[in-house]
């Protein structure tokens, strides 16, 4: 059973940046995506970006395409999201997820294992 655990989280001010890390415990394999999805108050979740770990493939939403970027380290078994040039509409709860054989990147119906979230604040 694959588990997930984020940290990174925290407040910052807006151009500065974070860099979140999801914890990924268990067995994964060739089958799994894993990716990054944030909800803020009042809002839908959104995907944020998500990545193939076997493959390294990446995929970004639009509003962080060029600010953000995904990656994953295979001897920590961690995925990371470091965020640039953050701004106050980027605070949200941060998640991070698995799913298998994922077909839309950053739909959250895709992933079935989700961890507990961290929370991102940016003043402006």
């Known amino acids: 059973q694959v588990q997930l655990v984020e940290s990174g989280g925290g407040s910052v001010q807006a151009g500065g940046s974070l860099r979140l890390s999801c914890a990924i415990s268990g067995k994964t394999d060739s089958s799994h995506f894993m990716a990054w999805f944030r909800q803020a108050p009042g809002k839908e979740r959104e995907g944020v970006a998500a990545?193939?770990?076997?493959?390294?493939?990446?995929y970004y939403a639009d509003s962080v395409r060029g600010r953000f970027t995904i990656s994953h380290d295979n001897a920590k078994n961690t995925v990371f999201l470091q965020m640039n040039s953050l701004k106050p509409e980027d605070t949200a709860m941060y998640y991070c997820?698995?799913?298998?054989?994922?077909?839309?990147?950053?739909?959250?119906?895709?992933?079935?294992?989700w961890g507990q979230g961290t929370q991102v604040t940016v003043s402006s």
């Open positions: 997820a698995a799913g298998r054989w994922v077909a839309d990147h950053l739909g959250q119906s895709e992933y079935d294992v």
């Open positions: 990545i193939y770990p076997f493959g390294g493939s990446t």
